[in-house]
């Protein structure tokens, strides 16, 4: 059901240092979203997280922020364990939800939220952002062409450096790890660029701490014949590496920041037709899926990180963590 018109006025939920990168610049460009609140676990907090980036409201807990009639949607981001409680908590409210990825903690907490979104009639989009930028539709759409042939294989990575060990990511009550953070992106990026969800056959984990990865990678199948590989990490000696390489029985193509791709935005082609390189814009993702989040509350536009594109991506994880073998993460 589309919104009843004027910008869309979201809350943030959770006082998170991201919020500037991921909502609350992007927002400013976009005439049809407003930051109208934020939330804390407590109001000092709240009080200072919105008065540093003019927000007008602050609430000192999540529920109050969830309970105001003057907003519309609620941006889910909290710690990871969270994210299916909370979104949960905001569709029985009636609002439309954006929700920080992983869309919650294991697949079938996601399965929940999913039908749960499906019987309202409110907006649930998982905030995997690099999916919205023309870059990677860019790529769906040469895979689709079949001008790289029959698929091979796709190889996927994300490292970044992350060495604060205290964080909410090495947390593994909290759904703490690195296939549950960078992972997010790349199983998604196996998935897209793959053509469909693959098996996992096999995972290998290094640890920051019992159960918590701070490094993962794992080989896959994929229905088509096709394999791949997955990788990504939060501290290895990498230390920070990100690509996605596509290969086909008639071409190869090649992204140098996938997970980002405005910050490198060009997509690498080889096949029948000649070597070329294609350029995209340096517009942020996020402010391309803030748009995107905006055109479904507004007009009912689809979007395409759907609750049941995060139940695949959420079974992904699980298994890669199975294979890996650790504990799949739980709610709280």
């Known amino acids: 059901m589309p919104h009843d018109g004027g910008p869309v ?7 998170s240092s991201f919020a500037p990168t991921t909502i609350i610049n992007p927002a400013k460009e976009n005439a049809e979203v407003v930051v109208a609140a934020a939330a804390s676990r407590d109001q000092p907090s709240a009080d200072e997280f919105a008065a540093k980036y003019g927000i007008s409201k602050a609430y000192g807990s999540y529920e109050a922020l969830i309970d105001d009639p003057d907003l519309d949607a609620i941006y889910v981001l909290v710690p990871t364990s969270m994210h299916g409680r909370w979104t949960k908590a905001a569709l029985a409210a009636g609002k439309h939800v954006l929700c920080e990825k992983p869309f919650t ?4 907490e996601a399965r929940e939220v ?11 989009m998982e905030a995997i952002q690099f999916r919205h930028h023309p870059l990677t539709r860019r790529v769906e759409e040469v895979i689709a062409s079949g001008e790289l042939g029959t698929l091979q ?4 990575s994300l490292c970044v450096l992350l060495p604060t060990f205290k964080a909410n990511c090495y947390n593994f ?4 790890g690195a296939m549950m953070d960078a992972g997010s992106y790349v199983a998604n990026m196996a998935r897209t660029f793959g053509g469909s969800t693959p098996e996992v056959v096999s ?3 290094k640890l920051q701490k019992p159960h918590v990865d701070r490094a993962m990678s794992a080989e896959l199948r994929y229905a088509g014949g096709h394999t791949g590989r997955l990788r990504c990490a939060l501290w290895s000696a990498n230390l920070f590496w990100a690509t996605a390489s596509v ?13 980002a791709p405005h910050l490198y935005p060009r997509l690498s082609i ?10 995209f814009s340096r517009r942020a993702t996020y402010a391309y899926q803030l748009d995107t989040f905006a055109a479904a509350v507004l007009r009912g536009e689809p979007v395409r990180t759907t609750p049941e594109d995060a139940v695949e991506n959420m079974s992904v994880i699980d298994a890669v963590y199975r294979a890996a073998g650790l504990p799949i993460r739980e709610a709280s």
Do not use: F, H, T, Y
Request: no cysteine; net charge positive.
């Open 247 to 259: 290969v086909g029985d008639a071409g190869k193509l090649r992204v140098l920041s996938p997970a």
């Open 114 to 124: 999913a039908e749960l979104a499906a019987k309202s009639d409110r907006v649930v």
């Open 153 to 156: 294989r796709v190889d996927v």
């Open 270 to 279: 080889r096949s029948a037709n000649g070597r070329r390189v294609e350029r």
């Open 203 to 205: 995972a290998q984990a």
């Open 9 to 15: 006025r979201i809350g943030i939920l959770g006082a």
């Open 105 to 108: 903690a294991n697949a079938a």
């Open 173 to 176: 009550a909290l759904g703490g």
